[in-house]
């Protein structure tokens, strides 16, 4: 997340400062881990005047709930620091929509309701309660849903009310599309593909993105590669 991305700027600090400029009215707050080394990136939270919570390593569930609990938030818009396209327009919606509801987790999902968190496209956040999270942490003590913050609400979903805002067919359809940061191949990618279309800082849209994408083989079989290599 360090690592220079965008010039000296590495991914972590670039969607810092995505968010702050997309004004969105909210506060924003890094939750991150209790280990040395990620002090590094509460050195670039507090340059850029973002509170910081540090908590357990292994059970981000519990990081998630005392970093609410800490900054009094009954309602948490969770963004992973591995996805520098982070579409803001996107993003500023689900705010706004997530707010004036009541359920228990919103997300941005394929068609047949999959969420997007489980895809590899890379545009977007999910939203969710704390009391949601307070409630999935009493039903469960299994690793994988303390380490996968959102993994039991669309694994049992029988047990809360969910949203599902549906992405356009036209991005659903690109089944190629692999935007997310998870291996260094997914980083070069990525590198390449924002130093070809971001000036500045300044963002383009999905379509735009997208286009560039599918005027370049290459890259389009680079990433099924990657796909096909890091199932989700």
């Known amino acids: 997340m360090i690592i220079p991305f965008w010039g000296e700027i590495g991914i972590f600090e670039l969607i810092l400062g995505r968010l702050k400029n997309a004004k969105l009215g909210v506060p924003i707050v890094l939750a991150t881990t209790v280990n040395p080394s990620d002090d590094v990136l509460e050195e ?3 340059r850029h005047y973002v509170k ?3 908590g357990s390593m292994d059970n981000v569930l519990d990081r998630f709930i005392k970093a609410a609990e800490i900054f009094g938030f009954d309602k948490i818009i969770r ?3 591995d996805n520098p396209f982070l579409d803001m327009d996107a993003l500023d919606y689900q705010i706004t929509e997530f707010k004036n ?3 228990d987790y919103w997300c941005y999902s394929l068609e047949d309701n999959t969420p997007t968190i489980k895809t590899h496209y890379g545009f977007w956040a999910e939203g969710i309660k704390l009391s949601t999270l307070k409630r999935i942490a009493k039903m469960t003590e299994e690793k994988l ?3 996968h913050v959102t993994n039991f609400i669309y694994t049992y979903q029988e047990h809360f009310e969910l949203h599902f805002e549906h992405i356009p067919k036209w991005i659903e359809n690109e089944d190629f599309l692999r935007l997310t940061v998870d291996t260094d191949r997914d ?3 990525a590198k390449l593909i924002y130093s070809e279309l971001y000036s500045n800082n300044t963002s383009i849209t999905v379509e735009k993105i997208l286009a560039y994408i599918k005027s ?5 079989d680079e990433m ?3 796909i096909n290599s890091n199932k989700k």
Not at 216 to 220: A, D, F, G, K, T
């Open 44 to 46: 670039i939270a507090n």
């Open 52 to 54: 910081v919570y540090r």
């Open 79 to 81: 963004i992973c620091a």
């Open 101 to 103: 509801t009541d359920v």
């Open 145 to 147: 849903f303390q380490e």
């Open 187 to 189: 980083f070069q990618t």
């Open 216 to 220: 370049n083989h290459l890259l389009i």
């Open 224 to 226: 099924k590669n990657q």
